[in-house]
């Protein structure tokens, strides 16, 4: 892939229950791809218990599927994925 075909700024919300209360909310993602190595993570949520794993992460390309870690890297459960097919990237919380 080429680094202009990634890098910029990208937003999503999804349904995610609330670290804090166990609430089901809509969780807001604002991506911001500034190279093929490093990315930051903005979270817009009720709660501040839901924005711990905000800031810089490490990406790594492996095939069409860019593999972003952050500092919640203690396991892949809030890692995140741009898997690019079909001419598009889309947003997933594993490799599959």
């Known amino acids: 892939m080429k680094e202009v075909d990634v890098i910029g700024a990208y937003k999503i919300y999804a349904p995610a229950v609330s670290n804090s209360n166990g609430e ?15 990315a930051i993570l903005s979270i817009d949520a009720k709660y501040s218990e ?22 919640c890297d203690q396991d892949s459960v809030d890692d995140f994925y741009l898997k690019y097919e079909n001419g598009k990237y889309s947003l997933k919380e594993n490799d599959s």
């Not at 839901?50 to 500092?71: F, M, P, Q, S, W």
């Open 50 to 71: 839901d924005y711990d794993c905000e800031g810089e992460y490490r990406l790594t390309n492996n095939e069409n599927v860019i593999h972003a870690k952050g500092k």
């Open 24 to 38: 089901e909310i809509s969780l807001g993602y604002f991506i911001t791809i500034k190279s093929l190595t490093k």
